[in-house]
């Protein structure tokens, strides 16, 4: 049985030099040390594998197959090794984070900026995704943290409260209203179409604006967005109008206004996630950025 790849190595040079005191060089220890250790693996092997004599050393026919086979051995665990360390460096060096459109209406932009800062040796990467599909790339660590919408529960992530966002309204230009200059009631939108998100995006927000609106005294007629369209392209088309964290300090879309909305307004709230135990020190600097943290 062979203990561990040194053996095979001592061997490996031994062969090559076929001089036992070059070989004790090559592997910068003394001579007798190299010689018990071939004569160990000799006895576990219960081969020869050279032939020795006082003036020449010689690899035996078992010698010379062993050889090839070790060498293939070694390179095969030298290229395993290779492949990990660069691996784990890659891994290092990358630091992919998932986010809402939301999120870059919240500090959070500010919180990258000064990332990249903290960890000049790390790629930072930005993934706008929807809160679903981050909560399932970080459990297949597609992605490292996320700023996800609320509730959201995952027993193997850990959650922190990020932000909370009072929603607007998002108008057409065109619309009555948006070029008032005092927070439009919700009620006075009950003859618009709603653009909303579908409930499996994030249910709770789903039902939080039809919860308003039944506070209002309305059940909104709804326009649900399909996969590949936009809302805010789709309200400076005059389709309907959308309840929205972003702003006009955030973002610009040309043909929307965001307009307050007066009294209650339905509230976004996120949250910085990631996986329970992570340690990259990239988490805990994220974590030390939320504000007020």
């Not at 490996?12 to 070059?22: D, G, H, P, S």
């Given at each position: 049985m062979i203990d561990d790849l040194r053996s095979l190595r001592a061997f490996?040079?031994?062969?090559?030099?076929?001089?036992?005191?070059?070989?004790a060089e090559r592997l910068h220890m003394s001579q007798p040390p190299l010689s018990?250790?071939?004569?160990?693996?000799?006895?576990?092997l219960e081969t020869k594998l050279f032939e020795r004599s006082t003036r020449s050393v010689n690899l035996t026919t078992a010698g010379i197959r062993f050889y090839k086979e070790a060498l293939a051995l070694l390179e095969q665990a030298d290229g395993l090794a290779r492949r990990m360390k660069s691996e784990s460096q890659a891994r290092r060096r990358r630091f992919p984070i998932g986010c809402t459109a939301a999120a870059y209406c919240t500090e959070f932009p500010r919180m990258v900026a000064r990332l990249r800062e903290l960890h000049a040796d790390m790629e930072i990467e930005l993934h706008e995704m929807n809160s679903d599909a981050q909560l399932d790339a970080l459990a297949a660590t597609k992605i490292d943290a996320g700023i996800v919408l609320l509730p959201a529960a995952q027993p193997e992530l850990e959650f922190a409260p990020f932000a909370?966002?009072?929603?607007?309204?998002?108008?057409?230009?065109?619309?009555?209203?948006?070029?008032l200059r005092e927070p439009v009631a919700l009620a006075d939108l009950r003859r618009d179409v709603f653009i909303v998100h579908t409930r499996e995006e994030n249910p709770a927000m789903y039902h939080e604006i039809l919860h308003h609106c039944a506070k209002a005294g309305f059940r909104p007629k709804t326009l649900t967005k399909k996969k590949g369209q936009n809302c805010m392209a789709m309200v400076a088309s005059g389709a309907g109008v959308h309840f929205t964290a972003a702003t006009g300090r955030c973002t610009s879309v040309e043909g929307v206004k965001f307009v307050p909305l007066a009294g209650e307004a339905p509230v976004l709230e996120m949250a910085l996630a990631w996986?329970?135990?992570d340690e990259m020190p990239a988490i805990a600097s994220l974590r030390s950025l939320i504000p007020g943290s």
């Open positions: 490996i040079v031994t062969a090559e030099e076929l001089n036992f005191r070059r070989a018990r250790m071939i004569a160990g693996l000799e006895e576990s909370r966002i009072r929603m607007q309204m998002a108008l057409p230009a065109a619309h009555p209203m948006a070029d996986r329970k135990g």
